[in-house]
């Protein structure tokens, strides 16, 4: 199993980017995919979920309206578009495969998005 994220960078407050995950190594379209963050000196924190088919997708409240999870199965990628970026969204992302990013599942190396002027 391999999860390669991609597309963080420094953005100002405001700004948009959009995250990419490569899977490899299993089946993508058997698996729920999850976005999860973690910032300096806090625990992971979930961000969003998308099932199988992207039929179906879930936001944390602190993201929702501001971010949108997709994925294309016919390139085993798995994406976050964020949009109206704020300070606070600075952390390391992660995309994580399952149902629940926190049992039983795998994780990608992360992607560090940094908001600030």
């Known amino acids: 199993v391999q999860l390669v994220e991609s597309g963080g960078g420094v953005v100002q407050p405001g700004g948009s980017l959009r995250l990419s995950c490569a899977a490899s190594?299993?089946?993508?379209?058997?698996?729920?995919m999850n976005w999860v963050r973690q910032a300096p000196g806090k625990g992971p924190e979930w961000v969003s979920h998308i099932n199988t088919g992207g039929s179906s997708t879930y936001y944390a409240d602190s993201v929702k309206g501001r971010f949108t999870i997709s994925r294309d199965n016919a390139k085993n990628t798995l994406y976050l578009q964020m949009n109206s970026l704020k300070p606070e969204d600075s952390a390391l992302y992660y995309c994580?495969?399952?149902?629940?990013?926190?049992?039983?599942?795998?994780w990608g190396q992360g992607t560090q998005v940094t908001v600030s002027l």
């Open positions: 994580a495969r399952g149902s629940d990013p926190f049992i039983d599942s795998y």
């Open positions: 190594g299993f089946t993508f379209s058997n698996y729920d």
